[in-house]
Structures are given as structure tokens and as C-alpha cells.
């Protein structure tokens, strides 16, 4: 059975920072490219990060500075690591393994949610 799990949300400080996780399980990350996918209260959900199989990295404007994805091969996980983080960074977070650059997505994570709030 094929999942992918994210772990590392919470409820952190404007400024402040978190590390979300995705654990593959049932496949193979290094294989797929991988996305953050966020959607914030009210709105449709957005790609933020993706980290290709060649582990060529692109970001979504906003978060571009402040955000890094990355692939631990060994533990078959990929990392989301969230520096200065804003309200407007508010929401749930998914992994997602499919294609940098495309909307299609081959598996989802069930979420994590990340609040930024004083």
C-alpha cells in the first residue's frame, strides 16, 4: 500500500520557523519528483515547492528565500524546512509525489496543518 505521510505542523509564532516531513512508504521517492502543495482557509491549493528527480528545486515566489525542499534517500523522506514564517503562510500542507511544473499528482498525503500566529 502506497502512503505518504507528513508530519511537523503546528502552531508557531510569525517569524518563527517548522520542518514538515513527508515519509514514503510503499514507494520510492527518489523516483518521482516531489511536491508542497498548500491551501490556505478559503482558497484552492498551490504548489509552493517541488524537488525534481535530478533534484533540481523550484518555489513558488513568495516563499522563495524562506523556504527549502530537500530528499533524505536514506530514510526515503522529503523535507520542507520553513524559515520567517508570515500568516498568510497559514494552512494545510501536503506532500505529493508527481511531476515539477504539473498540476498532476501520482499520490497524496493526507495534510498537515501549519498556523502562524502571535
Known amino acids: 500500500q502506497v502512503q505518504l505521510v507528513e508530519s511537523g505542523g503546528g502552531l508557531v509564532q510569525p517569524g518563527g520557523s517548522l520542518r514538515l516531513s513527508c515519509l514514503g512508504s510503499?514507494?520510492?521517492?527518489?523516483?518521482?519528483?516531489m511536491r508542497w502543495v498548500r491551501q490556505a482557509p478559503g482558497k484552492e491549493r498551490e504548489g509552493i515547492a517541488c524537488i525534481n528527480v535530478r533534484n533540481r528545486t523550484e518555489y513558488l515566489e513568495s516563499v522563495k528565500g524562506r523556504f527549502t525542499i530537500s530528499r533524505d534517500k536514506a530514510k526515503n523522506t522529503v523535507h520542507l524546512q520553513m524559515h520567517s514564517l508570515k500568516p498568510e503562510d497559514t494552512g494545510t500542507y501536503y506532500c505529493a509525489a508527481g511531476y515539477c511544473g504539473s498540476d498532476y499528482v501520482n499520490y497524496w498525503g493526507q495534510g498537515t496543518q501549519v498556523t502562524v500566529s502571535s
Open positions: 510503499g514507494l520510492t521517492l527518489d523516483y518521482y519528483d
